[in-house]
């Protein structure tokens, strides 16, 4: 089964800059893809991956190198420590979902299949999105729609949401497309939609303060020389990792002490993200909006 095809591969692999007896953790193992290539280049290392998906846990690839641990990366700092790894030469994040998860329509992922309202990634968590649609308050719902998913119209769709509810619940990825459209602009109803499924997705995994919570202790588990790679896929998230590598901060704020030295504890070695080529774009559409971005712990 082909789960999910890796996002700017050999970039990432080349940014971590493996070293052969190092440890390394590949923070979201998904199909396995980056941690495979990183095995390729470990020697006698050790790999930590985490994934709080248990379908991915299931595609555990066999190496005595590897350690997977099935939980959110944002409690990496706890799980090193158990596994003797509190310490690591390189951190790697790829923050998209994988295909698999999108191509799964139990999963509520994807605006192409009809399926029940879920977005969970890891299915132990109690909330899901139908909880979401048809729980939350008007103002709620339009703060989530206007923060995450970047909707002009956020309280227009929170209205139709909440009047739509009154009559039965919104239980399907079909019901609740139904009155995005109605608020869309013609001939945008997929992008709207997309927008709408982000802004759900998020809240629903907490997406935005588990990756606050992992880069500050990504920052803090590396050793000196040490490299974070982080792949984002939306704006939210490449404005934190950029701010976060920059300055430290997740406002972007870089205070520098009396010399005029930036008091942060990374080096940025992208200062532009790395985006896929033309040919992967072609070969993997769901690769486009990537951005890969590099620091090193000084």
């Known amino acids: 089964m082909i789960y999910h095809k890796s996002v700017l591969l050999p970039e990432s692999i080349e940014a971590l ?38 379908e991915a846990i299931l595609n555990r690839i066999d190496d005595p190198r590897l350690v997977m641990v099935n939980s959110n990366f944002r409690f990496l700092r706890n799980f090193l420590k158990l596994h003797h790894a509190s310490t690591v030469h390189g951190i790697l994040a790829d923050l998209g979902i994988s295909s698999h998860q999108i191509d799964e329509p139990d999963r509520g992922f994807s605006t192409r299949f009809d399926g029940v309202l879920d977005m969970r990634m890891n299915r132990n968590k109690k909330q899901t999105a139908r909880d979401i649609v048809n ?10 729609f206007y923060t995450y998913g970047e909707i002009r119209n956020a309280r227009k769709l929170a209205s139709r949401i909440v009047e739509a509810r009154k009559g039965k619940p919104v239980e399907t990825t079909g019901a609740l497309k139904e009155i995005a459209n109605t608020c869309a602009e013609r001939g945008k109803e997929f992008k ?4 709408l499924f982000q802004a759900l997705r998020i809240e629903v995994n907490e997406e935005m303060e588990s990756l606050r919570e992992f880069l500050k202790q990504a920052s803090a588990a590396l050793r000196p020389g040490g ?4 792949i984002s896929y939306h704006s939210l998230e490449d404005k934190l990792v950029k701010n976060f590598f920059r300055s430290g901060n997740f406002e972007g704020t870089v205070e520098k002490d009396f010399f005029g030295n930036v008091l942060s504890p990374l080096k940025v ?10 040919g992967e774009i072609a070969e993997n559409n769901r690769s486009r909006s990537a951005h890969l971005r590099v620091a090193e712990k000084i």
């Open 17 to 54: 800059a493996i070293r052969p007896g190092g440890i390394y953790v590949d923070a979201t193992y998904g199909g396995g893809g980056h941690a495979k290539a990183i095995l390729n280049e470990l020697g006698d290392g050790k790999l930590v991956a985490f994934d709080q998906d248990d």
């Open 135 to 144: 729980q939350f308050s008007e103002e709620r719902l339009s703060a989530i």
């Open 192 to 195: 709207y939609q997309a927008q």
């Open 227 to 230: 490299r974070l790679v982080v």
């Open 269 to 278: 070695i992208t200062r532009k993200a790395i985006v896929p080529s033309e």
